[in-house]
């Protein structure tokens, strides 16, 4: 998603709903590809039924309504001109007409839509009613919730099985952050890739279980997972996770099932953010287990909160550094730094890395402490896991590796290897910051398709050994958004595999993509031996820290990031911004 939008023409929908009699100051914002007419529309009605005709707050209610549409909570009246101004072209910046920021300030705190709910202004934000109402809620179920008892457990048995579940030095943190959870009634685990989230999370689960056989009780798990994809990766990984436990307590989490955050909840086909399970009918789970928490947004963390039971155990698992939710939050930082200094702080962290070379664990970390010089030294060096392609002219870079991947697929999908293909995909991804553009998604997958037709002489359609991403949940198929499959020759014609053994004819298939390539966003939650990085031009506003840190960290063996000095010390040096003031919301409560 780009900061701004180019009208495709004059009669751009974007522009052209634009109501009449708007001030010149909102269409301004307009022209300049800022506020869509949709935003203005939204502020000018709530200024119309509220008794606001000022533009100044007008333009305060539209730019708010654009900030949700790009993942923030609210406005910084005093931040949005220079942050805006950052994205606009050379020619446009300066020519906005942005108002004083004390004055402005002062106009919106003394308007009408204020004194009747409609927006607020607190935590240095401007909130619209919806989103206030939802941080102040989250604030206020969590700080319950820290200071919430739990039944004691019995320390003798926990102790014991600490030791046995997680046994020595090399497991210490693991072991203390563990038996931590097992005392609070919320636990907030982070910890980057490899530091044994997982691991953590399936020991927890036997010392949790070992504690309710101990009074007598069975405990119900509900695991989940803001999408299908990770929901699917977490039950994968606790049962790979149980194979390391001792015999005897591997039964104690196998056969978990994992679902999305909106199963869990409760689904309602009548209402996108409302769940079966609320506060006055609340899940039954003794424990919820959430991972992948820093995709979950701040509706979802809402609901999340006021379905859990209040004396159930709540863990929140996740990567405070990857990308944030595709809705607006970024609830998972402003946790662990809105709660880190808090006397019943809910957040335990792992550090240590347990399973890469030192390649990728240099470089993730490099790109969290955000030094870019670091970051280039160790893409330099030449660390075993780490190739640095340095170059503005990416294709001879990346040829050979998406080549040989995709004839690899294709020679076992003409073969009809369903399982030999589906572990090409896993072997090898690249991994763009655009869809569209020279760097993008569509423009390497049309050129890795036609890498392949030139080495095999295949230049018909048939479609065998192309790869493919399903791109929305389809329920009657079972496929769900994020899946990823094959298609491969049968003696009944081509048929798309994907990984847990399903089979469907090709045009059976409604939402789905080539994958050669897919997008650093799409990624997030899943992973692959061998991982390209395309960076993209070091201006492209897409390029931050998260974005490059979660597509190095998507790679367990091997990273090769391509592309120039200049994008990367701008992707190590651009932060997401999304102004939340849940963070501070918590910090001063
Ligand atoms: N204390 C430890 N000592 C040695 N190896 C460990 C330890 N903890 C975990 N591992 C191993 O390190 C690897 C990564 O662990 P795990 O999958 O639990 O990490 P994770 O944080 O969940 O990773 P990701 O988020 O990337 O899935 C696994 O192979 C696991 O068996």
């Given at each position: 998603m780009s900061e701004l939008f180019e009208p495709l023409d004059g009669y751009d929908r974007r522009l052209l709903g634009v109501p009449d009699g708007t001030p010149d100051e909102l269409v301004a914002f307009n022209v300049a590809g800022v506020l869509t007419?949709?935003?203005?529309?939204?502020?000018?009605?709530?200024?119309?039924?509220?008794?606001?005709?000022?533009?100044?707050?007008?333009l305060a209610v539209a730019l708010t309504v654009r900030a949700v549409r790009f993942g923030s909570v609210g406005l910084d009246l005093a931040t949005v001109a220079d942050s805006l101004e950052g994205a606009l072209s050379v020619d446009q910046r300066?020519?906005?007409?942005?108002?004083?920021?004390?004055?402005?300030?002062?106009?919106?705190?003394?308007?009408?839509?204020?004194?009747?709910?409609?927006?607020?202004?607190?935590?240095?934000?401007?909130?619209?009613?919806?989103?206030?109402?939802?941080?102040?809620?989250?604030?206020?179920?969590?700080?319950?919730?820290?200071?919430?008892?739990?039944?004691?457990?019995?320390?003798?048995?926990?102790?014991?099985?600490?030791?046995?579940?997680?046994?020595?030095?090399?497991?210490?943190?693991?072991?203390?952050?563990?038996?931590?959870?097992?005392?609070q009634p919320t636990t907030v685990l982070t910890g980057g890739p490899g530091t044994g989230k997982t691991t953590t999370v399936a020991g927890l689960l036997v010392l949790l279980r070992e504690q309710a056989e101990r009074r007598g009780e069975e405990l119900r798990v509900g695991l989940a997972a803001p999408t299908a994809k990770a929901a699917a990766r977490l039950r994968e990984a606790i049962e790979e996770a149980a194979d390391q436990l001792p015999?005897?307590?591997?039964?104690?989490?196998?056969?978990?099932?994992?679902?999305?955050?909106?199963?869990?909840?409760?689904?309602?086909?009548?209402?996108?953010?409302?769940?079966?399970?609320?506060r006055g009918n609340r899940l039954p789970h003794d424990v919820v287990l959430v991972d992948e928490t820093s995709m979950m947004s701040l509706t979802m963390t809402a609901r999340l909160l006021e379905a859990v039971r209040p004396d159930a155990r709540l863990i929140l698992v996740g990567d405070p550094d990857q990308l944030a939710s595709v809705e607006a939050g970024v609830v998972l930082g402003d946790l662990v730094a809105g709660l880190a200094e808090h006397p019943h702080t809910p957040v335990v962290g792992l550090r240590t890395v347990h399973r890469y070379g030192e390649g990728i664990g240099a470089l993730a970390r490099a790109l969290r402490a955000g030094d870019a010089d670091e970051v280039l030294g160790v893409l330099r060096a030449g660390a075993p896991g780490v190739t640095f392609a340095e170059t503005d002219d990416p294709v001879p870079a990346?040829?050979?590796?998406?080549?040989?991947?995709?004839?690899?697929?294709?020679?076992?999908?003409?073969?009809?290897?369903?399982?030999?293909?589906?572990?090409?995909?896993?072997?090898?991804?690249?991994?763009?910051?655009?869809?569209?553009?020279?760097?993008?998604?569509?423009?390497?997958?049309?050129?890795?398709?036609?890498?392949?037709?030139?080495?095999?002489?295949?230049?018909?359609?048939?479609?065998i050994?192309?790869?493919?991403?399903?791109?929305?949940?389809?329920?009657?198929?079972?496929?769900?958004?994020?899946?990823?499959?094959?298609?491969?020759?049968?003696?009944?014609?081509?048929?798309?595999?994907?990984?847990?053994?399903?089979?469907?004819?090709?045009?059976?298939?409604?939402?789905?993509?080539?994958?050669?390539?897919?997008?650093?966003?799409?990624?997030?939650?899943?992973?692959?031996?061998?991982?390209?990085?395309?960076?993209?031009?070091?201006?492209?506003?897409?390029?931050?820290?998260?974005?490059?840190?979660?597509?190095?960290?998507?790679?367990?063996?091997h990273v090769r990031v391509v592309g120039t000095e200049a994008a990367v010390r701008a992707a190590v040096e651009r932060r997401v911004q999304r102004a939340s003031g849940l963070r501070r919301r918590l910090q001063v409560s």
């Open positions: 007419a949709a935003d203005i529309h939204v502020a000018t009605t709530v200024g119309r039924l509220g008794g606001e005709s000022s533009p100044e707050v007008l300066g020519t906005l007409p942005w108002p004083d920021p004390d004055r402005w300030r002062s106009v919106v705190a003394a308007s009408p839509l204020l004194r009747a709910g409609v927006v607020h202004l607190d935590t240095e934000l401007l909130h619209l009613d919806r989103y206030h109402a939802l941080e102040v809620q989250v604030c206020d179920d969590l700080l319950v919730r820290l200071d919430a008892e739990v039944p004691a457990p019995d320390e003798t048995l926990l102790q014991a099985g600490a030791h046995r579940v997680f046994p020595g030095e090399g497991y210490a943190e693991q072991r203390a952050a563990a038996a931590a959870a097992v005392r015999v005897a307590d591997r039964d104690r989490v196998r056969g978990l099932e994992a679902t999305t955050l909106h199963r869990l909840l409760g689904f309602r086909p009548d209402n996108a953010t409302r769940f079966r399970h609320h990346l040829r050979e590796a998406c080549t040989s991947a995709a004839l690899r697929m294709h020679a076992a999908a003409e073969a009809g290897d369903a399982p030999g293909a589906l572990a090409v995909l896993e072997q090898h991804r690249l991994l763009c910051a655009h869809r569209d553009g020279p760097a993008g998604v569509r423009h390497w997958n049309a050129l890795v398709e036609q890498w392949l037709a030139e080495a095999t002489g295949h230049h018909g359609r048939s479609g050994g192309r790869p493919l991403l399903v791109t929305a949940n389809d329920y009657a198929l079972g496929v769900l958004n994020g899946d990823a499959g094959v298609v491969v020759a049968t003696p009944d014609g081509p048929r798309a595999f994907f990984t847990g053994g399903d089979a469907f004819a090709p045009a059976r298939l409604g939402d789905v993509d080539t994958m050669y390539a897919m997008t650093i966003h799409k990624a997030q939650g899943s992973q692959a031996a061998e991982v390209s990085v395309l960076l993209p031009p070091e201006d492209s506003l897409l390029l931050t820290r998260e974005l490059f840190y979660t597509a190095v960290t998507r790679a367990r063996e």
